[in-house]
């Protein structure tokens, strides 16, 4: 590429250690499809014959086509996949493929390539996503009802469903998609046209070329488009939140997976052994999610920490975009398909989730509520309740058997009517609160 100005080859271990053939290959299509958008533009402004654009077109596709097969040799001596199209190119079809590279600069080829990729696996995610999204509805759905406690500070708390439970999930993974979108709007322009960072002296038709391939408009500033990685870093940040909400809900499952809880029966088909105890049955596809989650962070933090000291505009360093963005790209996919297909096949323990929402405790706060509606102020009505629940406690009486009269002339007979698990569901009905009403309701809007 550089041979006019330098008098001797690069050192063996200089291209072992500046190649990213060996990762960045997997952007041939978006490669070919942005040198034929360019080559296109270069014949409407006469740098090439219609015969000339048609041998770059048709040698390009073969080229695509021997990537497809397997049948491609990838040079690390040619460094990356524009220089590999590029010689396999100019190699089939002769001097026409050496025009190719007119007014543009592999800084804004793979600039271009990478939004294209992005762009793709964006889609890819979020139908990943709805997938996921679709196995929790139906869970919701089947368990809509099945009550079992909510907790904070992993101690029980109050009374929901299960498929109240489920669609909080649903509504993180809704958030994750429209970051996915967003996204996917910001990346969305082209920055092919901008060369290495002072775009050109041939003038090529820019917006014809994005248009072309898809995008909505092209950048503003040449040296801010070869700059440019917040769309990688805004991707990997995406991914990355959209990992912790599944190790959130890998950590409820584990939980609930457990003798301690016994909520849930997850499918032989989607869980392990031990080498060891014949009894185990391990709930490995949520262990490793929430594993996976902390490489999601790691290669958002890679990314921002390659980035953050570099002044304008391209520096090699941003060739550390790839790696963590790929990793990134599978660890999600099939984080995300694995977990749908688990989710779909687990099954609710309806009689232990109802044993642990029995807990008359799980109702204090609807007493405090009942006091409150007999005109006690909320801060007494606490108090009176806390007073009764550590005479609970002291005696080893439940709550709902306790004579709530000795505790304060402000608790009568009617009080306890408050302890009924249907009740208390029933009674909550604003948006968004856990009735079976607005469960099923919630759930009818989703399908």
Same mark, same amino acid.
């Given at each position: ?42 014949? &409407? ?25 397997? &049948? ?219 594993? &996976? ?153 989703? &399908?």
């Amino acid at each position: 590429m550089w041979k006019g100005r330098f008098a001797r080859e690069t050192a063996e271990l200089v291209q072992q250690f500046g190649e990213s053939i060996s990762y960045d290959w997997r952007l041939y299509k978006h490669d070919i499809a942005g040198s034929i958008a360019h080559a296109r533009a270069q014949m &409407k402004a006469g740098l090439l014959t219609a015969d000339e654009f048609g041998q770059i077109e048709s040698g390009l596709r073969s080229v695509e086509a021997d990537i497809d097969a397997g &049948k491609f040799e990838f040079k690390t001596s040619l460094e990356d996949i524009h220089m590999n199209v590029e010689a396999a190119l100019t190699e089939r079809i002769g001097p026409a493929g050496a025009k190719l590279h007119t007014a543009r600069s592999r800084n804004d080829q793979v600039a271009t390539d990478t939004r294209l990729y992005c762009r793709a696996e964006i889609d890819v995610l979020s139908a990943g996503i709805s997938d996921l999204q679709q196995a929790l509805l139906d869970r919701a759905e089947k368990y809509a009802d099945t009550v079992l406690p909510a907790y904070t500070h992993l101690q029980r708390g109050q009374p929901v469903t299960v498929g109240h439970h489920l669609l909080a999930y649903v509504e993180m993974l809704d958030r994750d998609l429209g970051r996915l979108a967003d996204c996917r709007k910001r990346l969305n322009i082209s920055p092919l046209g901008s060369g290495a960072l002072a775009g050109s002296t041939i003038n090529l038709d820019r917006e014809a070329i994005a248009a072309e391939l898809g995008f909505d408009g092209v950048t503003r500033n040449s040296m801010d488009a070869v700059a440019d990685r917040d769309y990688i870093a805004e991707f990997l940040f995406a991914m990355a939140l959209c990992g912790v909400h599944l190790s959130r809900l890998s950590e409820d499952l584990i939980l609930w997976c457990s003798a301690e809880f016994g909520f849930v029966t997850l499918s032989d088909a989607h869980t392990t052994g031990s080498s060891l105890m014949p009894q185990k049955k391990n709930p490995d596809v949520c262990e490793i999610t929430r594993g &996976k989650t902390g490489r999601l962070l790691g290669n958002l933090v890679s990314l921002l920490t390659a980035v953050k000291g570099l002044p304008l505009t391209y520096n090699r360093d941003l060739q550390e975009d790839k790696e963590p963005l790929f990793d990134s790209v599978d660890t999600l996919k099939l984080t995300l398909a694995v977990n749908a297909e688990m989710i779909a096949a687990m099954e609710i323990r309806e009689d232990k989730c109802l044993a642990a929402a029995s807990d008359p405790m799980l109702l204090a706060t609807d007493l405090a509520d009942w006091l409150v509606r007999q005109g006690v102020p909320f801060r007494q009505a606490h108090e009176l309740v806390g007073k009764a629940v550590a005479e609970s406690v002291k005696t080893g009486t439940p709550l709902d058997q306790l004579d709530l009269t000795t505790i304060d002339p402000a608790f009568t007979a009617e009080a306890s009517g408050v302890f009924s698990v249907e009740t208390a569901l029933a009674a909550r009905t604003n948006p968004g609160a856990p009735s079976i009403d607005n469960v099923r309701a919630e759930i009818e809007r989703r &399908k």
